[in-house]
């Protein structure tokens, strides 16, 4: 009953299963068993995610030797002032 309902509601499968009280993998096992139907999961697009991280990666190595050359310059000035 929860597989025909399934193929014949325009409702997303979560909101199928609500109803029977049966869990979301267990009506898509179903629904791919039964009625050879399957489901298209919705595709990922993290391309601009990894974009973001590579920049952020640049940046950081960029942040930590500016760090590190005013850290040796601050060494080197408090020996000209001790």
């Known amino acids: ?16 299963a609500k109803e029977p009280g049966v869990k979301v993998n267990t009506l898509h096992t179903w629904l791919y068993k039964y009625s050879g139907v ?4 919705p595709v990922r697009t993290d ?4 974009e973001e991280l590579k920049r952020l990666k640049k ?3 960029r942040l930590k030797e ?5 850290k040796k310059a601050t060494v080197y000035f408090a020996k000209d002032c001790a």
Not at 1 to 16: D, G, H, L, N, R
């Open 59 to 61: 940046e950081n190595a």
């Open 47 to 50: 391309e601009h995610l990894y």
């Open 38 to 41: 399957q489901i298209e999961k």
């Open 1 to 16: 009953m929860a597989v025909k309902q399934a193929i014949e509601s325009k409702s997303p499968v979560s909101e199928t």
């Open 66 to 70: 500016e760090r590190d050359i005013l």
